[in-house]
């Protein structure tokens, strides 16, 4: 059900561009001439819908202005312009393999450092490390890709594209580690040989799984609120109470699309990935997107400032449907494996009694079916 209406929000979300193609430009006639909604009822929704078509001509000028200035470059201004923007790339990417590499480490440390004193603190260790990566990669990404002066639909795309490649690979490594030390992927134990999973030092290898999913989930809502409370809000407090050129400079905090739809995915994607591990988790999801929601609209509209650079929201929407799509495979992926090829815990769960969780499934079905004549 998920995937059929990501599929559909997705063929809603194509940009018109991908049909008429690349070099298809509307004429500025019909937009000044039909642009308006005359079903437009009351002065609010007039008035979105005047900034509606206020950005769309801004958007459309600056493309027009920047495709001109393309034109007149020349082939060393163009190589130069190319291999800046491979250097901030290869920067951006070396940034993220670090991230990834703290994350499996992180981990790895955590849960083989069980018995000692700080395990009450180690053991939130890798949320918190996934969650301070998620925070402050998408901050550093955004900020690199703004010096390379993009066009506001290339920066914003550019940052999504990073910031997915982080929050999934920080996702996928997250799993990766775990199932290195729970299901001793890759790892040669006697336990894991006698078990198919770590018996000894997970008798209930899917609690632990959901217990980290439980607190990766819960630090990342704690984080948010963290930041929009503690940072968003002060700095504006402050910003507002003094004046000079520092505080000029600072200003009130930016807004960044990319990062706060993307954090709203994130979540949803570990959503996912503890359906069979905890099945309150969507429940507790439920709960966090609709606070979510509230505290974004909170700083939107108290703490933070307009973006300077103006992008169509709809050519984004397809990218934000499709890292949906990503994300629910990621999730899907490891949990088809997990539940047609891993043992079931021996000593606890549903599954105890079957060699894998998906033997229940035929056995179910044997049951209900009549006998063969």
Same mark, same amino acid.
């Given at each position: 059900?998920?995937?059929?209406?990501?599929?559909?929000?997705?063929?809603?979300g194509?940009?018109?561009r991908?049909?008429? %193609?690349? $070099?298809?430009?509307?004429?500025?006639? +019909?937009?000044?001439?039909? @642009?308006?909604d005359?079903?437009?009822r009351?002065?609010?929704?007039? !008035?979105? /819908?005047?900034?509606?078509?206020?950005?769309?001509?801004?958007?459309?000028?600056?493309?027009?202005?920047?495709?001109?200035?393309?034109?007149?470059? !020349?082939?060393?201004?163009?190589?130069?312009?190319?291999?800046?923007?491979?250097? +901030?790339?290869?920067?951006?990417?070396?940034?993220?393999? %670090?991230?990834?590499?703290?994350?499996?480490?992180? !981990? /790895?440390?955590?849960? $083989?450092?069980?018995?000692?004193?700080?395990?009450?603190?180690?053991?939130?260790?890798?949320?918190?490390?996934?969650a301070?990566?998620?925070?402050? %990669?998408?901050?550093?990404?955004?900020?690199l890709?703004?010096?390379?002066?993009?066009?506001?639909?290339?920066?914003?795309?550019?940052?999504?594209?990073?910031?997915?490649?982080?929050?999934?690979?920080s996702?996928?490594?997250?799993?990766? @580690?775990?199932?290195?030390?729970?299901?001793?992927?890759?790892?040669?134990?006697?336990?894991?040989?006698?078990?198919?999973?770590?018996?000894?030092?997970?008798?209930?290898w899917?609690?632990?799984?959901?217990?980290?999913?439980?607190?990766?989930?819960?630090?990342?809502?704690?984080?948010m609120?963290?930041?929009?409370?503690?940072?968003?809000?002060?700095?504006?407090?402050?910003?507002?109470?003094?004046?000079?050129?520092?505080?000029?400079?600072?200003d009130?905090?930016?807004?960044?699309?990319? /990062?706060?739809?993307?954090d709203?995915?994130?979540?949803?994607?570990?959503?996912w990935?503890?359906?069979?591990?905890?099945?309150?988790?969507?429940?507790?999801?439920?709960?966090?997107?609709?606070?979510?929601?509230?505290?974004?609209?909170? !700083?939107?509209?108290?703490?933070?400032?307009?973006?300077?650079?103006?992008?169509?929201?709809?050519?984004?929407?397809?990218?934000?449907?499709?890292?949906?799509?990503?994300?629910?495979?990621?999730?899907?992926?490891?949990? %088809?494996?997990?539940?047609?090829?891993?043992?079931?815990?021996? $000593?606890?769960?549903?599954?105890?009694?079957?060699?894998?969780?998906?033997?229940?499934?035929?056995? *179910?079905?044997? *049951?209900?079916?009549?006998?063969?004549?």
């Amino acid at each position: 059900l998920c995937f059929c209406g990501i599929l559909q929000r997705m063929v809603k979300g194509l940009p018109q561009r991908l049909f008429l %193609g690349q $070099d298809y430009k509307s004429p500025v006639s +019909v937009k000044v001439f039909s @642009s308006w909604d005359f079903c437009t009822r009351g002065q609010e929704a007039a !008035t979105i /819908k005047k900034h509606e078509i206020s950005n769309e001509f801004k958007v459309e000028l600056e493309e027009r202005r920047r495709f001109l200035l393309v034109q007149q470059e !020349t082939r060393a201004q163009k190589a130069c312009h190319l291999l800046t923007h491979l250097r +901030v790339n290869v920067l951006i990417g070396l940034l993220v393999v %670090g991230a990834i590499s703290a994350i499996f480490w992180a !981990t /790895k440390y955590s849960q $083989d450092n069980k018995e000692e004193s700080l395990f009450v603190v180690l053991q939130y260790l890798p949320p918190g490390v996934i969650a301070l990566v998620n925070f402050l %990669g998408p901050l550093l990404f955004v900020s690199l890709i703004q010096l390379e002066n993009y066009p506001p639909n290339t920066e914003v795309n550019l940052a999504l594209v990073w910031c997915v490649v982080l929050k999934l690979a920080s996702l996928g490594m997250f799993s990766f @580690s775990l199932g290195q030390t729970v299901l001793c992927l890759g790892r040669n134990k006697t336990s894991c040989a006698s078990y198919g999973y770590n018996a000894c030092d997970y008798q209930c290898w899917e609690n632990a799984v959901g217990e980290e999913l439980y607190k990766l989930s819960i630090f990342n809502f704690l984080l948010m609120v963290a930041f929009a409370f503690f940072v968003s809000l002060p700095r504006r407090m402050l910003v507002e109470r003094f004046s000079g050129r520092f505080w000029t400079w600072l200003d009130r905090e930016e807004f960044l699309v990319p /990062k706060n739809v993307l954090d709203i995915v994130a979540g949803q994607t570990i959503t996912w990935m503890g359906l069979f591990y905890c099945p309150l988790l969507p429940l507790l999801n439920s709960v966090f997107i609709f606070l979510t929601f509230y505290i974004k609209k909170y !700083t939107l509209m108290r703490n933070s400032r307009a973006s300077p650079r103006r992008f169509r929201a709809s050519s984004s929407t397809f990218f934000f449907q499709l890292v949906l799509l990503l994300g629910l495979l990621l999730a899907v992926v490891p949990l %088809g494996y997990v539940v047609s090829s891993i043992h079931s815990s021996w $000593d606890c769960g549903l599954f105890a009694n079957y060699s894998a969780p998906w033997q229940v499934v035929p056995q *179910l079905v044997a *049951l209900r079916l009549p006998p063969p004549p």
